[in-house]
């Protein structure tokens, strides 16, 4: 079974997924603008229960749960 890519993770139930980390990474987002993606880890809140990533606003995750 191929694994899922980030962009297109099912898993995810929200509406917003375009707003997530998983999702801005798989485009190269984190590389291409990092003073800004380093804005939403920095400080890190919240941990998606399904990737592991860190972020400040749980809105920035599919599956957050409390740090």
């Known amino acids: 079974m191929k694994p899922e890519h980030p962009k297109d993770n099912h898993n995810c139930k929200s509406d917003e ?3 997530h980390l998983c999702y801005f990474v798989s485009y190269g987002y984190h590389v291409n603008n990092p003073d800004d993606y380093k804005d939403l880890v920095e400080e890190p809140r919240f941990q998606c229960h399904l990737c592991g990533r860190t972020a ?3 809105e920035n995750l599919c599956m957050p749960m409390d740090l």
């Open 17 to 19: 997924h375009t707003k």
């Open 56 to 58: 400040h606003l749980a």
